[in-house]
């Protein structure tokens, strides 16, 4: 059984940065592509950025050039590294592991860009 766990979220400034894990447990890791969503109060979820099995990656036009998604087999832990930070990225940002036809989700992380 696969279990997703996040930390890195907080409360930052505009314009400043955060770096969220996800760790995974379970088997398989290298064959699952990964993926960060979020979701604002009264919106839907939406992809942020997402890494596959082989390492390409592919970003949300609203966070490319300034996010940076990144995994480590070793660790089983996938990343994702925001810069310039904006309110309008403030959101439950959830991790995703997808391999065939199942998708599992983490318990998310609040991510919190206030002055």
């Known amino acids: 059984q696969v279990q997703l766990v996040e930390s890195g979220g907080g409360l930052v400034q505009p314009g400043g940065s955060l770096r969220l894990s996800c760790v995974f447990s379970g088997s398989g890791f290298r064959f699952y592509h990964m993926g960060w969503y979020r979701q604002a109060p009264g919106k839907q979820r939406e992809l942020v950025a997402s890494i596959t099995s082989g390492g390409t990656v592919n970003y949300a036009d609203s966070v490319k050039g300034r996010s940076t998604i990144s995994r480590d087999s070793a660790k089983k832990t996938v990343y994702l590294q925001m810069n310039s930070l904006k309110p309008d990225d403030t959101a439950v940002y959830f991790c995703?592991?997808?391999?065939?036809?199942?998708?599992?989700w983490g318990q998310g992380t609040q991510v919190t860009v206030s002055s």
């Open positions: 995703n592991a997808k391999i065939n036809q199942r998708d599992y």
